[in-house]
Every structure is written in C-alpha cells, then in structure tokens.
C-alpha cells in the first residue's frame, strides 16, 4: 500500500509541472496578442513612459531586453479582419491593413542594459503588416525603408 502510495505521489510530483508548461504553452496568436495587441483604449499619451510599462508588464523584457517591438492599437476583431477582408495580401501569407491602425514602436536606447531595460517610444498612424495563419495574425511585421523587405519582429 505504502509503495503505490509513495509512487502515485513520484509520478504527480515530476508530471504535474510538465502537464502545467504543456497547459501554459501560448499558441502563435496568443503569443501575437501579448506582443503586439493593446485593446485597452486609454493608453498612455507619453510614447516612451508607455513602453517602459508595456514591455516588461508583457514579458518581453524577462531574460534579455527585446530591442523592437510594436504595439497596435485598436479592437482585436478589427486587427483580425486585416487576415481576410480588411486587409490585401502583399506575399505568402502576409497582408497589410486596408485601413491605418494607431502603433507605437518601442525600441530600446543606448542605456538598456538587462535587467534595466530602457525603451523609446514613438507612436503613429499608419498600415500594419501582419502574417497569418488559419484566419489569425501570427506575427507582425515592418517594411524596410532602405531594403523594401519585411522584417519580422518575433
């Protein structure tokens, strides 16, 4: 009795934190939302006081600063509908927005050193560049000005 006891109790200890990463793991468009969506409609006027709250209360600044990442303003269904109708595919399975969104871009400054990552803001209208999966924005992703390619910010 004790040994299935003491057993039943091993196997729950070592398969329970494995069940828990397995149930924890984002999908892509889970992990896009977090990233790179805020719904919230009152965000903060001040572009660089902005990042400096969003990027670590979104988990990009955990193990390293994340150099750029850009954050879309706007309902969740409407950044959805660039996948379908409300956007134009440019290549693959990227598409940009037939409409502008409001963004801003959070780049870090020559002081970010981790754990004190240190971010500049800049906030503008304009079309976004999605990849999409099954319908979903997977990444977002940026035009190059100088090389006319998408860069893909993960």
């Not at 984002?26 to 009152?42: A, L, N, V």
């Not at 990027?55 to 994340?66: D, E, Y």
Request: hydrophobic share 35%.
């Amino acid at each position: 009795m004790k040994t299935r006891l003491g057993l039943g109790l091993l196997l729950l200890f070592f398969l329970l934190p494995a069940c828990l990463a397995v149930a924890g793991r984002e999908t892509p468009y889970e992990k896009f939302q977090r990233q790179h969506i805020d719904t919230s409609g009152s965000w903060e006027t001040d572009p660089n006081r902005y990042c400096n709250l969003m990027m670590p209360r979104r988990k990009m600044t955990v193990s390293f600063c994340k150099d750029l990442n850009s954050f879309i303003h706007g309902e969740l269904a409407m950044i959805t509908t660039v996948c379908g109708s409300g956007g134009t595919r440019h290549h693959k399975n990227f598409y940009y927005s037939n409409s502008p969104f409001q963004v801003t871009d959070c780049q870090t400054t020559g002081a970010s050193l981790w754990p004190r990552c240190v971010y500049r803001g800049d906030i503008r209208s304009r079309r976004i560049c999605v990849a999409c999966e099954n319908g979903q924005p997977v990444h977002y992703a940026r035009p190059s000005l100088f090389y006319q390619q998408i860069r893909i910010i993960l």
